[in-house]
């Protein structure tokens, strides 16, 4: 059934977003006193942005007749900015491409209200995407 696919994308990018939300506020608590505390107040308002996707990725699981999972999906701990930085780009590259093949999915099983979902937040994830790379000095390299 086309809604038990569309639910299933959901949670897997509702875990997705549960894990880079612990990841990004671990990184804004524990990076205190690293080299750019602008940085670590990023980290904090992307991680908020984060919690807004997963709010609404459970509100459209339920309004489709699943449970939201509660199952945030494992976290990269680097313990350096640098890398820190870089983990998080990785996460990003990882939501876009889940985001991409959902919307897909969305559009294939006639579903506009959540492929629009995605859409949106997809968007907000690019950008995420471009902070990182430009934190990282790798503005422009897609």
Partial sequence: MANDKIIEVLNRARARELGVII????????GEGLSSPAILEIFKEIAITEMKHAEA??????????????????IRKSNELKA?????????????????????LCEKAGDPVTRLLFEKILTEEEEHKDSFQTLLGQKGKG
């Fill in 57 to 74: 990725f459970g509100e459209r699981i339920v309004y489709l007749g699943g449970t939201p999972t509660t199952k945030p999906d494992p």
């Fill in 23 to 30: 990841q990004y506020m671990r990184q804004h608590y524990e």
């Fill in 84 to 104: 820190m930085i870089a983990d998080d780009l990785q996460s990003e590259n990882e939501a876009i491409e889940i985001y991409r093949e959902a919307i897909v």
